[in-house]
């Protein structure tokens, strides 16, 4: 099970740090991922951590979030974080926390299990 929190309304410009805590399995065993959703658009990829490798891990971002979002995990705290500076209107969505069985994921379809999401608003 993944469950999701830190979600809020935030100000233009401002900072939110999402936690997604599992229980019932260990985080750095699988490929870990956010995506969001906003109201009537499909649901997109923002951030995955792969499962550590011989290199350590690989992360990867969407082109919309780069250089603003940073994901990381806890193996410590079973918890996975994306931390998101300069929140743009565009970035309100709900976000997801999932994981995939695979070192690495992207795609929706690479993702078994969900959380059941966190709401993040930005205001002017």
């Known amino acids: 099970q993944l469950v999701e929190s830190g979600g809020g309304l935030v100000q233009l410009g401002g900072s939110l740090t999402l936690s997604c805590v599992a229980s019932?399995?260990?985080?750095?065993?699988?490929?870990i991922g956010w995506f969001r959703q906003a109201p009537g658009k499909e649901r997109e990829a923002v951030s995955c951590?792969?499962?550590?490798?011989?290199?350590?891990?690989?992360?990867k971002y969407a082109d919309s979030v780069k250089g603003r979002f940073t994901i990381s995990r806890d193996n410590a705290e079973n918890t996975v974080y994306l931390q998101m500076n300069s929140l743009q209107l565009e970035d309100t969505a709900v976000y997801y926390c999932?994981?995939?069985?695979?070192?690495?994921?992207?795609?929706?379809?690479?993702?078994?299990?969900w959380g059941q999401g966190t709401q993040v608003t930005v205001s002017s």
């Open positions: 019932g399995f260990t985080l750095d065993t699988y490929a």
């Open positions: 999932t994981a995939a069985r695979s070192e690495t994921a992207w795609a929706i379809s690479d993702f078994a299990s």
């Open positions: 951590i792969s499962r550590k490798n011989r290199s350590g891990v690989d992360i």
